[in-house]
C-alpha cells in the first residue's frame, strides 16, 4: 500500500543533492518538491525547485542567512503543504526541517556517506529533531543513540 505523501526534500548543492537524488525509489509515485541552494549544480529530481541562499558557517552572514532559509522555508512549505521533509544536509537542510517540525512535520535526515568516522554538525544539529535520523555506516549508531543503520544509498 503507498500512502500519498507530499514530500520536501532539502539539500545543499553538490554531494548533499547527489546523496538525496538517489532517492528516485522514495519519490516514485509520490507528489515531491526540492529545496535546494543556489549552485552550479542543476537536479531534475523533482518538477517544482525552490532555490535558498548558499551559506557557509565561516561567513560574518551565516546567522542572518541561517534565519533568511528558515522564514523562506515556513512560505515553501505551507504553499506546498508538504507531510514531510527529508534532507541529507549540509547545513542549509536544518532550518528547513527546523520550520518543517514548528509545522509540525515528520523529519527524515540521512547522515552523509562521507561521515564514516566522526559525526557532522548539521548532523548534531538534526539529531534532536528527526523523527527518523538514518546512517550509512554502522559506525554512525555510536554517535547518533537513535538513529537507525539503512545503508549506503549510493
Known amino acids: 500500500m503507498v500512502v500519498n505523501l507530499k514530500m520536501c526534500f532539502a539539500a545543499s548543492c553538490g554531494g548533499h543533492l547527489e546523496e ?19 549552485g552550479a549544480y542543476e537536479t531534475d529530481f523533482c518538477d517544482n525547485v525552490y532555490y535558498v541562499s548558499q551559506i557557509n558557517r565561516r561567513q560574518l552572514a551565516f546567522p542572518f542567512r541561517l534565519i533568511k532559509i528558515f522564514i523562506s522555508s515556513l512560505f515553501i512549505l505551507y504553499k506546498e503543504k508538504a507531510d514531510c521533509v527529508i ?8 532550518p528547513v526541517a527546523l520550520a518543517g517540525k514548528l509545522m509540525r512535520k515528520k523529519i527524515i535526515y540521512i547522515e552523509s556517506f562521507a561521515r564514516v568516522d566522526t559525526p557532522s ?20 549508531l555510536k554517535f547518533f543513540p537513535k538513529a537507525v543503520y539503512g545503508g549506503g544509498i549510493f
Open 121 to 140: 554538525l548539521t548532523g548534531k544539529f538534526m539529531h534532536p529533531i528527526a523523527d527518523l535520523f538514518i546512517v550509512q555506516w554502522k559506525d554512525g
Open 87 to 94: 534532507t541529507t544536509g549540509a547545513l542549509m537542510g536544518y
Open 20 to 38: 538525496i537524488s538517489q532517492l528516485t525509489g522514495v519519490k516514485t509515485g509520490r507528489d515531491c518538491f526540492l529545496i535546494t541552494e543556489k
